[in-house]
């Protein structure tokens, strides 16, 4: 457990969400009844409608607030993580979405666990970020942040991608896949794990390797230091997409070149006091659960 002090808190929303207004609202008025300062993200506050408290960019949550607390689902902080980690401002996630591995307070404990949270009675953990650039002829033409996984992959019609994997300058393999992940530990829960991939807990220090339905079976996942750099250069195949936290995406083209390596930057994230990554996974994933260690919430 940490102590800490807050005196403005950000509150954001998931876009184009019903019924997500009023625990806002009443979230809103409870934080500022306890001594407060609450400010709304400007699209959050637009589509709730709130007014009365000051409505900012992320930007500027990002100079003026210390915490922001999120209601929504993982992919709201992927996106909200991204843009605030060079502020360094902790996040606090309550889960309106679906399986919420970092949006870890339900809606009913909402009320209860934010303000002791917000009064200094929480658990702190850095999550890594990557941070990725395409190179063409020798230029850089693209950079983006990725907080669950940077992926390759070939469009829905089109044949196998052929990449050629280099890590620290050596190479690796060339590899015929749908595509290659390159995840953080937080993403080795989401699009990874779906191809095969292993859970990394959080505070490993690496990332993973993992190929998306690979022609040849040897090809198999590995973990990396993450002081690692991978390049991944695109040799054939064609209509290949790069995705980050697959919130954004740009085309590459032949002799491409994907550098991926860990950002200096890392997302803060708040969880309650007792916060259990085990039992995250074991609600989340359906593990089998001892009778005494059953998830009442």
Known sequence: MEIGQFKTVALVGRTNTPGIEEP?????????????????????????????????????????ANVAVVLGGDGTMLGLGRQLAPYK???????????????????????????????????REERTLLEARIVRDGKPIY??????????NRSGFSGMAELRVSVDGHFM??????????????GSTAYSLSAAGPILHPELQGFLL??????????????????SKVDIQIIGGRDVNVNF??????????NDTIE??????????????????????????HWNEHPSQEDAS
Not at 245 to 254: C, I, K, N, P
Not at 260 to 285: D, E, M, N, Q
Request: contains cysteine.
């Open 210 to 227: 993992v190929p998306i339905a690979p022609h040849s079976l040897s090809n198999r996942p590995i973990v990396l230091p993450d002081d």
């Open 24 to 64: 806002l609202a009443s979230l809103a008025e409870l934080i500022a009844s306890q001594g407060f300062e609450v400010v709304f993200e400007a699209q959050t506050a637009k589509e709730v409608g709130v007014t009365g408290y000051p409505a900012l960019s992320t930007a500027e949550i990002g100079a003026r």
């Open 173 to 186: 393999y060339d590899q015929r896949s749908d595509g290659l992940i390159v995840a953080t530990p937080t």
């Open 89 to 123: 401002t902790p996040l606090i996630g309550v889960n309106h979405g679906r399986l919420g591995f970092i949006t870890d307070i339900s809606l009913k404990q909402m009320r209860d666990l934010v303000p002791q949270m917000l009064a200094g009675c929480f658990e």
């Open 260 to 285: 991926v390596r860990r950002s200096r930057h890392t997302v803060p994230v708040l969880h309650p006091v007792g916060y259990s990554y085990f039992a995250t996974l074991r609600k989340k994933l």
């Open 143 to 152: 950079h983006a942040l990725a907080f669950n996984d940077v992926v390759v």
């Open 245 to 254: 936290d697959m919130q954004s995406f740009t085309a590459v083209e032949l």
